[in-house]
């Protein structure tokens, strides 16, 4: 089972990219998770770019959705909302035949970015994600200086992060048995 990661978040240091590589190595065995890392690299979205010509860097992500069984995303929240390049590259997503009906996991790493975590339920739910909602988990690692190997190895981050990550896995699985 292969699974996409998105970090709506460009910073160097940006614990939601920390928390996703944290949840690729507590994955449960036959689970790869791949981190999407293109996210800076995607033109502002545009309509008129949006056909069988799209750019190359949404091409490629659009690939990468096309080949995964499931998609987790962890974003900031910013200015109570989604963050802009998360946003830019879910609407790249939307015209394509690549996302609807892809089982989605958020990780939310901060229990006070409610907004944003609302918003992008809302937008999911629009572009036709199966949300595993009993696989989305909330971290309290806003403010620590937190990285894949600290939140693996913090017994009160791993374990709820390992569970939502077998959730996610089973989640994937009845679906695939569904279809």
Same mark, same amino acid.
């Given at each position: 089972?292969?699974?996409?990661?998105?970090?709506?978040?460009?910073?160097?240091?940006?614990?939601?990219?920390?928390? *996703?590589?944290?949840?690729?190595?507590?994955?449960?065995?036959?689970?790869?998770?791949?981190?999407?890392?293109?996210?800076?690299? *995607?033109?502002?979205?545009?309509?008129?770019?949006?056909?069988?010509?799209?750019?190359?860097?949404?091409?490629?992500?659009?690939?990468?959705?096309?080949?995964?069984?499931?998609? *987790?995303?962890?974003?900031?929240?910013?200015?109570?909302?989604?963050?802009?390049?998360?946003?830019?590259?879910?609407?790249?997503?939307?015209?394509?035949?690549?996302?609807?009906?892809?089982?989605?996991?958020?990780?939310?790493?901060?229990?006070?970015?409610?907004?944003?975590?609302?918003?992008?339920?809302?937008?999911?739910?629009?572009?036709?994600?199966?949300?595993?909602?009993?696989?989305?988990?909330?971290?309290?690692?806003?403010?620590?200086?937190?990285?894949?190997?600290?939140?693996?190895?913090?017994?009160? *981050?791993?374990?709820?992060?390992?569970?939502?990550?077998?959730?996610?896995?089973?989640?994937?699985?009845?679906?695939?048995?569904?279809?």
């Amino acid at each position: 089972m292969k699974v996409a990661a998105i970090s709506g978040s460009l910073r160097t240091g940006s614990s939601n990219t920390a928390v *996703l590589r944290a949840a690729a190595r507590l994955a449960p065995a036959g689970v790869e998770v791949v981190l999407f890392e293109g996210i800076a690299d *995607l033109p502002f979205f545009n309509p008129d770019l949006d056909g069988d010509d799209v750019p190359a860097p949404v091409g490629a992500m659009r690939q990468l959705i096309g080949r995964v069984d499931g998609l *987790l995303i962890s974003s900031p929240e910013y200015a109570r909302g989604v963050a802009g390049v998360l946003k830019n590259a879910l609407d790249w997503l939307v015209g394509s035949h690549e996302f609807p009906d892809k089982p989605v996991a958020l990780i939310n790493t901060s229990p006070r970015a409610t907004h944003a975590l609302a918003a992008l339920t809302l937008t999911l739910e629009t572009m036709s994600a199966r949300l595993a909602r009993d696989a989305c988990v909330t971290l309290p690692l806003l403010g620590g200086a937190w990285n894949e190997h600290s939140i693996a190895a913090d017994p009160a *981050l791993a374990e709820p992060l390992r569970l939502a990550m077998e959730r996610f896995a089973a989640f994937i699985a009845t679906m695939q048995a569904e279809a």
